[in-house]
């Protein structure tokens, strides 16, 4: 019995395509795939409830009000904000310098990072920035070690689905699911790799 030869990646490609064009001889259309995603929580699950317990599962530190952000900076000396970061929001001793194009070496030199967000998803505990509003650009909530975050009543919802629609789907996108970090081949969890080592999140009430 004589072996076939070997095939050319051109050959190769038309013979994986004659087969399944063989294979689809006959057989006709194929059924619509069913859509019916979850798009919603159950209407009694508590959401602030929820995202709270995920923030704390996921090692961030959760905060209640307005005058909790100077405990949420921690002694914080040098903190960098949006420019456009309400002013009843920059609260204790330290001293707060707007982003105005900082270099990646300033931000560096910060203790910390103050800005707002887009919304919060309770399912996930995932904080999402799409450079608005008091959010500021993109880089300044990676580069400094300690992000303080603040989210209002009105962007917490339940499920992604519901987030996604007050996303603005031009800008850079930031979903933030606890502190940076990683684990290598040994498990051995490292944080502050990709971004900020420690979350502190405020809800406003």
Known sequence: MSAKPLLGSEGAREEIL???????????????????????????VDIVAMLIDRLVDYKANV?????????????AKRVVVPADLPAQWRLGGAEFVPDTSLSTADLDGMDAVLTGCAAAVSVSGTIMLD??????????TLVPDHHVVVVRP???VGHLAEALPMLDRTAPQTWISGPSATSDIELQRVEGVHGPRRLDVVLLE
Do not use: T
């Open 154 to 156: 009105g962007q917490i």
């Open 18 to 44: 004659s087969r399944m064009r063989r294979a689809l001889d006959g057989a006709g259309e194929a059924p619509p795939a069913p859509r019916q995603y979850r798009r919603s929580l159950d209407p009694g």
């Open 63 to 75: 905060h209640h009000g307005l005058a909790s952000i100077p405990a949420a900076l921690g002694g």
């Open 131 to 140: 450079a608005g509003a008091a959010q500021g650009r993109r880089v300044i």
